[in-house]
T-cell receptor, first 114, second 113 residues
Framework: NAGVTQTPKFQVLKTGQSMTLQCAQDMNHEYMSWYRQDPGMGLRLIHYSVGAGITDQGEVPNGYNVSRSTTEDFPLRLLSAAPSQTSVYFC?????????????FGPGTRLLVL | AQSVTQLDSHVSVSEGTPVLLRCNYSSSYSPSLFWYVQHPNKGLQLLLKYTSAATLVKGINGFEAEFKKSETSFHLTKPSAHMSDAAEYFCVVSGSNDYKLSFGAGTTVTVRA
């Protein structure tokens, strides 16, 4: 298994540009999520999905969109990038149950918005 | 709702000495608690997790943590630090009916030779 994969590893954007961060998992996990990591703040949940066709907002959803058309893929879209979105983004996945299941994280995407 | 407080933002130890990383949690439900480690420029790796079985949980690389409900704590320890333990550590909580994880702010561990 490749686990959770993310592309690209690193991206530089100009303010106002759009882009999609890709996330895929090959473990047949129902639950997938996106986090952003900023210094001194741990990881904060952006959006999550409990299955194909179902998404919901997390703690910091503004400026981001997601969709889940397949079990494997969960892309994160920035419609109009802002410098405040400079961060490291992690995708994660886990089995839906039991609730104590471990979340597996991808290697991250470093995003710099100028 | 649940939350986590990591009491130290930075811990510095000498190689071969014990490591203690402190974590307090708040949860309305019986919590699941996790410790993750992140080495520089890497993703997050699970060290260990508590899921209401034994209160003393053993993890990878010699780490262990003890769940103390009366103190709402889940401190992480290792008897003898190694240079490879230099990393950032996150204490994480999830509720019993919730897929969402709440992360602490992280503790950076430095190991001196």
């Amino acid at each position: 298994n490749a686990g959770v994969t993310q592309t690209p590893k690193f991206q530089v954007l100009k303010t106002g540009q759009s882009m999609t961060l890709q996330c895929a998992q090959d473990m047949n996990h129902e639950y997938m999520s996106w986090y952003r990591q900023d210094p001194g703040m741990g990881l904060r949940l952006i959006h999550y999905s409990v299955g194909a066709g179902i998404t919901d907002q997390g703690e910091v959803p503004n400026g981001y969109n997601v969709s889940r058309s397949t079990t494997e893929d969960f892309p994160l879209r920035l419609l109009s990038a802002a410098p405040s979105q400079t961060s490291v983004y992690f995708c994660a996945s886990r089995k839906r149950s039991p609730p104590q299941e471990t979340q597996y994280f991808g290697p991250g995407t470093r995003l710099l918005v100028l | 709702a649940q939350s986590v407080t990591q009491l130290d933002s930075h811990v510095s130890v000498s190689e071969g000495t014990p490591v203690l990383l402190r974590c307090n949690y708040s949860s309305s439900y019986s919590p699941s608690l996790f410790w993750y480690v992140q080495h520089p420029n890497k993703g997050l790796q699970l060290l260990l997790k508590y899921t209401s079985a034994a209160t003393l949980v053993k993890g990878i690389n010699g780490f262990e943590a003890e769940f103390k409900k009366s103190e709402t704590s889940f401190h992480l320890t290792k008897p003898s630090a190694h240079m490879s333990d230099a990393a950032e550590y996150f204490c994480v909580v999830s509720g019993s009916n919730d897929y969402k994880l709440s992360f602490g702010a992280g503790t950076t561990v430095t190991v001196r030779a």
